[in-house]
């Protein structure tokens, strides 16, 4: 297994990440039934797009620069100050960018125009997140996600505050929404203030070499990430422009609103690989330079550990789904439950992928991502464009499975491909 060290770093961090998105899930969780039983399905329903939205784009503004920009501060953490800056710069006009051009594309979907407006709004949460992400890059190289917890954790504070008060003053759903954008707002600031006790603070000196770096070198991993996130949420955009079936006596906000409950628990459940790949990947970094058995080592402890884990998560989501939707929505989410059961059985498989992609990357070869991602999200389309009409939430829950199963299979064959090439 890992030496006690790294051991005792991976699982201080992770811990860290955990503890924070328990305290933020936890939050999110009360803000949902707050939601549900104040505005019921379909006000819960349009509140799920106006998150859906950002969710969906977040991911082109990231555009893997957080990988890439990890991995080489990892060996040379002399160039923080000027990372720093020039990432803050980038986000900044590519939030501004992709905001305005998603404004006009909402314009074109068959939403209310108080719908519309709550979109508009919310799609500012892409700019907060993407601030307050660029400066994870430096918690995470320097194993100090404590930091990024105390910053994480006070937003969210703030966000509960304003949904109660939102809430009980009985304004639009909207304005409920916007309460994610200034907690975002506050979470950076912390966070910035905070990467100041590393010793970092942002050089605002344009640095195009570094700008064309970034970019170029992001370029196959920012492709991947784009198609992945397109693959896991145009299925609620899709659901919620298309005719979906009568049998289940729902209109396209409430399906959304049925499938979007539990894709939030789901959601919880996913944070475990994220934030554990999180903690290892500066770690596997290292320790490929250290030579081939000590990075198969590291590796295989880190499937054996995720694979453990998704099954045994995967089991309690399966036997705990009534009492979750119970909870969180009430009776009129029954219908949640089947979604959550499907999501669960295939969590395993999520575990796994995410360790897969670190690998290549860590081999350097990114460029191979984006094609199998890529040919996930055409599948995902193609599969949800002909069975939501007839299954619809039901039937988003089986093509996210099989999406992921069919990136599983793919990114293994590629892993041993090019770990054969580095190490035959």
Partial sequence: MFKSETANKIAKNTVYQIVGK???MCITM????????????????AFSLMQ?????????????????????????????NRYLGN?????????????AIMSFGVHFFPYSDGLKLGIRLGLFILLTQALYTTTNIFFQVKLRYDFSTIAYTFGYLVILA???????????????????????????????????????????????????????SALPLGIMFCFSQVSFKQDTLMMSAMKVPDKYGLNNTESVAIYALAYKIFEVFLVIPTFFMNATYPILVRHMTEGQDRLKKTFSNILIVLLSSGLIVGLLGILFAPFATKILGGEAFSQSVLVLRILSLGLFIFYLTQPLSWLIVILDKQGKLPLIYFASAVFNFVTNLIYI????????????????????????????????????
């Fill in 22 to 24: 328990v305290i933020s």
């Fill in 389 to 424: 009409p007839k299954y619809s939430f039901y039937a988003t829950a089986t093509t996210t499975i099989l999406t992921e199963f069919f990136i599983l299979v793919f990114l293994s064959l590629t892993a041993y491909k090019f770990w054969k090439e580095k190490y035959a």
């Fill in 162 to 216: 304003l949904v109660l008060l939102f809430s009980h003053l009985k304004v639009d759903v909207t304005w409920v929404n916007f309460s994610y954008v200034i907690g975002g707002l506050i979470t950076f600031i912390l966070s910035l203030l905070l990467v100041g006790r590393l010793g970092v603070k942002p050089d605002f000196t344009f640095d195009p070499t570094l700008w064309r770096y970034l970019l170029i």
């Fill in 30 to 45: 009360l803000a949902v039934v707050i939601i549900t039983r104040s505005y019921g399905r379909e006000g819960y329903g």
């Fill in 52 to 80: 859906s939205w950002p969710a969906l784009f977040f991911i082109i503004v990231d555009f893997g620069i957080n990988a890439i920009a990890a991995r080489e501060l990892s060996r040379d953490w002399s160039k923080a």
């Fill in 87 to 99: 990432i803050l710069i980038i986000r900044l006009l590519f939030s501004i960018l992709l905001i």
